[in-house]
């Protein structure tokens, strides 16, 4: 069975961040696909220190296989690459509770950080001595 993406995602990278923009509700397909678009926008960034910013402002929900998909898949893919920090936008505390349990996780590996608005987060992305422009 042929299974089609749900969820958006957009990669951009500001000097040493790779920004992924997120949208919708996802199924593990659209995380497959992240994750191949993705190992290849971060190659530039792989002999350096860099930071990833997700911006999920715009994200719905998840299925429980794309949410173990996005740890265990493309956040491993992020720290194998050599990602040392990560900022993620969410759009209410209702979805900050609903990754809490892999945030908690993930801090344990590299720097990381949630806040409701972008500002903040580009600003600790800053603090952690990553260059943002």
């Known amino acids: ?46 002999q350096r220190r860099w930071g990833l ?17 996005w740890e265990h898949g493309f956040e491993a893919d992020a720290l194998s690459a050599g990602m040392v920090a990560l900022a993620a936008v969410l759009p209410s505390n209702f979805h900050r509770g609903m990754v809490r349990d892999q945030a908690t996780r993930l801090a344990s590996r590299c720097a990381h950080h949630q806040s409701l608005d972008i500002d903040p987060a580009w600003a600790w992305l800053e603090a952690q001595g990553l260059a943002i422009r």
Do not use: I, K, Y
Request: aromatic share 6%.
């Open 1 to 46: 069975m042929h299974l089609n993406q749900h969820g958006c995602f957009e990669l951009q990278l500001h000097a040493d961040v790779l920004v992924c923009r997120v949208s919708g509700d996802w199924n593990d397909v659209a995380v497959r696909n992240l994750r191949r678009d993705a190992a290849l926008a971060w190659q530039p960034l792989t």
């Open 53 to 69: 910013l997700v911006d999920a402002r715009e994200w719905g929900a998840a299925t429980p296989e794309a949410v173990h998909d």
